[in-house]
């Protein structure tokens, strides 16, 4: 396992797409309003930065999906790899890697909850 933080979008997904669509549609509605109002070309120069920043902020938000896209493969991987494993609790019982049943003995090769055959 790295290092790395595990990056989890359920917590500010709702976050980052509410800014994105605050500079994508938001504030340029704004500035399209003013502008009708108020004759000045800063208004349309404001949509365009403002329509820059929001797909900035998209882009970052897909790089982002894709490292904890990346993350979750790999920590699948390493489950798949220890989930027939029963891990020493060091009190002579195990616990299975699958379930979580802690009630495993040594010599027991297959699980009573779960029925994983253990391979070691
Ligand atoms: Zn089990």
């Not at 949509?47 to 900035?56: D, M, R």
């Not at 999906?65 to 220890?82: F, G, T």
């Amino acid at each position: 396992m790295s290092n790395v933080k595990k990056i989890n979008s359920i917590g500010y997904a709702h976050k980052i797409i509410g800014l994105a669509l605050l500079f994508l549609a938001a504030v340029p509605a704004l500035c399209y309003l003013l502008s009708q109002i108020f004759p000045a070309a800063l208004f349309i120069r404001l949509i365009y930065i403002s329509l820059g920043i929001g797909v900035l902020i998209s882009l970052f938000f897909a790089g982002l999906l894709a490292i904890e896209l990346r993350q979750d493969r790999k920590i699948n991987r390493e489950y798949a790899n220890v989930k027939k494993q029963k891990l020493t609790l060091g009190n002579g019982k195990f616990e299975c890697q699958s379930c979580g049943n802690r009630q495993v003995n040594g010599d027991d090769n297959r699980c009573c909850v779960c029925g994983t055959t253990f391979s070691v």
